[in-house]
């Protein structure tokens, strides 16, 4: 059974870049057809849908994120990484990778954007 | 953007039987929108329960099922437990993005 574990910086300053990867464990990313995602929750909130990236590459995005989000696999490392850019206050929450169809999770990392 | 509208709160009795919806603002949803449910207890990940309007995953309880319903995404809880007590959010793709249901909070009383 897959599993998922997000990695990445806690704190990140206004302005800057979020940058997240989430490793993955027990299979290869690249043997198999899926959508590797990314969702969020900011504390008390619902869950937000990101994007996700295709075992080839292909990407689709949360038109509300589009302009600031880029999500790409790295194979050679089975991990897929989310960045967005020019981060707010209102990107602070907790960060989700996931395999949708798959129904794999990984524990969520907590980003908090503040100066 | 598509909206993804959910009842925000539901009451079961424990053995009783319910059912969660989930309307798309942009008419009826149908298995092109591959809907999923994913329950969620506080202060856990979500968990996956169904994919793709009715499959279930390996971990999935029997008394979980997906279908369409109305024109809406629906699932059914059968024998309801009070451990399934929890809030309920679908998800609905639209042209191959994602949005999700503002979540059901369902109570188990």
């Known amino acids: ?115 | 953007q598509s909206v993804v509208t959910q009842e925000p709160s539901v009451t079961v009795s424990p053995g009783g039987t319910v059912t969660l919806t989930c309307a798309s603002s942009t008419g009826a949803v149908t298995r092109d929108y591959y809907p999923n449910w994913f329950q969620q207890i506080p202060g856990q990940a979500p968990r996956a329960l169904i994919y793709s309007t009715d499959n279930k995953h390996s971990w999935t309880p029997a008394r979980f099922s997906g279908s369409l319903l109305g024109g809406k995404a629906a699932l059914t809880l059968s024998g309801v437990q009070p451990e399934d007590e929890a809030e309920y959010y679908c998800l609905l793709y639209f042209g191959g993005a994602g949005v999700f249901g503002g979540g059901t909070e369902l109570t188990v009383l």
């Open chain 1, 1 to 115: 059974q897959v599993q998922l574990q997000e990695s990445g910086p806690g704190l990140v300053k206004p302005s800057q870049t979020l940058s997240l990867t989430c490793t993955v464990s027990g299979g290869s990313i690249s043997s198999r057809s899926d959508y590797w995602s990314w969702i969020r929750q900011p504390a008390g909130k619902g869950l937000e849908w990101i994007g996700r990236v295709h075992t080839s590459g292909s990407t689709n995005y949360n038109p509300s994120l589009k302009s600031r989000v880029i999500i790409s696999l790295d194979t050679s490392k089975n991990q897929f990484s989310l960045k967005l850019s020019s981060v707010t206050a209102a990107d602070t929450a907790v960060y989700y990778c996931t395999t949708i169809s798959g129904g794999v999770w990984g524990q969520g990392t907590l980003v908090t954007v503040s100066s």
